[in-house]
């Protein structure tokens, strides 16, 4: 059985850091894409990185390119999304999705993706 945990939001002032985990088990780690999704209040999910095991390929939205980095550590089983220069428009509930099995680049759209964790809360304020 797939899950999906995630974990690490929180509140954080504009121009601060978080590091968001989404700790994976019940599938085989060879194949698989993991996505971090994120939704504010009255908004549409959006796509906000992924990586996929097809040579750890990552890929990024615009709105937050070289703000957050996206790693995994296969021994943990986790991936992570690191946050830095948080602003306002970041404050969402963040998922984190697992397309499994998948070989293909790094995805970002919804569709692509088959399990999805319960969220965490982030929220940029002073």
């Known amino acids: ?3 999906l945990v995630e974990s690490g939001g929180g509140l954080v002032q504009p121009g601060g850091s978080l590091r968001l985990s ?3 088990s019940g599938f085989t780690w060879h194949t698989y894409a993991i996505g971090w999704f994120r939704q504010a209040p009255g908004k549409a999910r959006e796509g906000v990185s992924s990586i996929s095991s097809r040579n750890g390929d990552t ?3 615009d709105s937050v390119e070289g703000r957050f980095a996206i790693s995994r550590d296969n021994s943990k089983n986790t991936v992570y999304l690191q946050m830095n220069n948080l602003e306002p428009e970041d404050t969402a509930v ?8 998948f070989t293909g680049w790094a995805p970002l759209s919804d569709h692509e993706f088959d399990y999805w964790g319960q969220g965490t809360q982030v929220t940029v304020s002073s």
């Open 1 to 3: 059985q797939v899950q």
């Open 22 to 24: 989404c700790a994976a």
């Open 59 to 61: 890929y990024y939205a």
């Open 94 to 101: 963040y998922y984190c999705a697992l397309a499994h099995p």
